[in-house]
């Protein structure tokens, strides 16, 4: 046996995610690590989870799949269910009861900075398993080609273990696991004698009160511990833009975080999972004012309900004030490019700044949604049939910047048209519309050459209908005149009066329908791309469209509070 398989066998006792219980910290396994402890996570009920996974609806849909199916006829997999019946021979228990045996009560697990290593504690059945398995790691060890790096001793009366780079050793119920005997013989004191521990954190203790019932798992970290030992890692620049917007104030809020903790729920509807921190308002420096807003109360728009929506975002982002302080934010090189950007916009915009008063007229609330395209009944159809998307905005003074932004948009589509008929491409025809008495689009659309207006195989240019419209201090700019339409037209969803700074879902059955629209082009791709026969691509294609089937879709939060801040990530399952 390998040295990294037996790692992986080992450590691999250590993955399962069991549910939290409301004990208190001195009577939690966090009394037996080091105070040096920068990374703790409880597992306290891995039966739980073990159940949860494999007896999930699921686990049966899967197997019925025709590719589950032949994956257990292949020699890989046979080779797997002989290991497996030989491992369940010597325990004298089927896998899943040795599983349920050795991961019966608890699975905690940390890292130590001080001497830079990890360690596990596994509470298993009684003692008497424990010294079962123990026993059973040694001889298939033995069987291996570094049983000569095998050794066995005792530490305080325990029996402990060595088997290439993991030391081991057994007391009552548990096996304490780590890849540095230092750390282990901590623990094992910690264990034996009391002292000094984890628990005598007050980081930590803090971090314990956060714990909420029904939690499958819980982690802290030892934020101001690790900004100690790793030189301030939350201080450097993020020099990327994109990335900046996405979790610029995140990273001043770590770097000021005593600690931060995770935390894993769910049941067979779905699974999520929670990352908080303790948050400040005053944390976030002046240069960062356009993430969270002023005193951290900015919070995302209500998003328009539209059907076959596939995805939406809403945020709260001052974009201005990120364009005009990104000289606090990012290197020298990242500059000079918002400086060329900046000449080069400012000239589109007829000399308006493009940072103060482009930017600056918008509010910070701002919505981002896509939505399947339906081309049942349009001409010219594109053989690749992508998403329409658009950005939602509001308007600091409408009425003003209506005019503007109308005239902005026509200049920008005669100048398109200059550029694509230099190019020798399809010109866009340009269209306004009235909606009532309050609202107005404009819109295009790409004119078909003579042999492409009847095409049902047109090009990729034809799922585009750039258009902008305006509703009172509603602005839209979308990708396509119907979504535009629909986009000024709609009424936001009660449900959006936002505690959020941020929020976004994925519709799986939606994007399961566009893959479906786009079946061919996928199948095609697959055989370009991995050499399979066209039975073997199909086959592919399908396994993605009835796997997405499985799911109802995955949400994320951002939410700051008085003093916390959480972030949540949850996948639906389908019923």
Not at 151 to 172: F, W
Not at 179 to 193: A, F, H, Q, S, Y
Not at 381 to 396: C, G, H, Q
Not at 510 to 519: C, G, K, S, T, Y
Request: net charge negative; aromatic share 10%; charged share 25%.
């Amino acid at each position: 046996m390998s040295r990294q398989l037996f790692a992986i066998l080992l450590f691999s006792f250590v993955l399962a995610v069991p549910r939290a219980t409301g004990e208190s910290p001195e009577s939690a396994d966090a009394a037996l690590y080091p105070e040096t402890t920068v990374y703790y996570a409880e597992l306290t009920d891995p039966p739980a989870l073990v159940s949860l996974i494999f007896d999930h609806p699921l686990r049966e849909k899967i197997e019925q799949l025709p590719q589950y199916q032949m994956a257990t006829q292949t020699p890989d997999y046979k080779r797997f269910l002989f290991g497996r019946a030989m491992v369940e021979t010597q325990l004298q228990m089927s896998w899943r009861e040795a599983l349920d045996t050795l991961l019966a009560k608890k699975v905690s697990v940390a890292f130590d900075a001080e001497t830079r290593s990890a360690v596990a504690i596994v509470r298993g059945k009684d003692e008497a398993s424990m010294k079962l398995f123990a026993e059973k790691m040694v001889a298939f060890a033995e069987l291996g080609e570094n049983a000569d790096e095998i050794r066995q001793t005792e530490y305080r009366g325990l029996q402990a273990y060595k088997i290439q780079d993991v030391l081991y050793a057994i007391s009552d119920d548990r096996m304490v696991i780590t890849n540095k005997p230092e750390l282990g013989r901590t623990v094992i004191d910690c264990l034996l004698d009391g002292g000094p521990s984890l628990n005598d954190n007050e980081r930590f203790q803090s971090a314990w009160k956060t714990r909420k019932e029904g939690e499958l798992a819980w982690s802290f970290v030892d934020v101001e511990a690790v900004r100690q030992y790793a030189s301030d890692p939350f201080e450097t620049q993020i020099n990327n833009p994109v990335l900046e917007l996405l979790v610029g104030g995140i990273q001043s809020a770590l770097a000021n975080s005593p600690y931060a903790t995770s935390s894993l729920s769910g049941d067979q509807k779905s699974l999520t999972l929670n990352l908080m921190t303790p948050f400040e308002a005053d944390w976030i420096p002046e240069s960062r004012d356009y993430f969270f807003g002023p005193a951290a109360n900015g919070r995302g728009a209500a998003v328009p309900e539209i059907d076959d929506t596939l995805f939406s975002l809403s945020t709260y982002r001052d974009f201005s004030e990120l364009w005009l302080r990104a000289g606090d934010l990012f290197n020298a090189d990242i500059n000079d490019g918002f400086a060329q950007a900046d000449a080069n916009l400012s000239t589109l915009f007829a000399g308006r700044d493009f940072g103060e008063d482009i930017l600056g007229s918008f509010q910070s609330e701002v919505v981002v949604v896509a939505t399947r395209q339906d081309f049942s009944e349009t001409l010219p159809r594109p053989t690749l049939r992508l998403p329409a998307f658009a950005a939602v905005f509001k308007l600091k003074e409408p009425e003003e910047m209506t005019r503007e932004l109308r005239r902005i948009f026509q200049s920008l589509v005669g100048f398109l048209n200059v550029i694509g008929a230099m190019n020798g491409q399809n010109q866009l025809e340009m269209d306004m519309d009235k909606i009532g008495d309050h609202a107005e689009l404009v819109t295009t659309q790409f004119v078909p050459e003579s042999d492409e207006e009847e095409s049902t195989e047109a090009g990729v240019i034809f799922n585009f209908s750039p258009s902008v419209g305006f509703s009172g201090e509603r602005f839209v700019v979308a990708s396509t005149a119907e979504l535009a339409r629909l986009l000024v037209e709609a009424k936001s969803s009660e449900a959006a009066s936002l505690v959020d700074n941020t929020r976004g879902s994925l519709n799986a059955r939606v994007l399961q329908q566009v893959l479906a629209d786009n079946r061919e082009q996928l199948i095609a791709q697959n055989m370009l791309e991995d050499g399979n026969s066209r039975e073997e691509a199909e086959a592919v294609i399908e396994l993605v469209l009835q796997v997405m089937g499985y799911f109802d879709g995955m949400t994320m939060r951002l939410t700051p509070t008085e003093d916390m801040l959480e972030a949540s990530f949850q996948v639906q399952v389908a019923p």
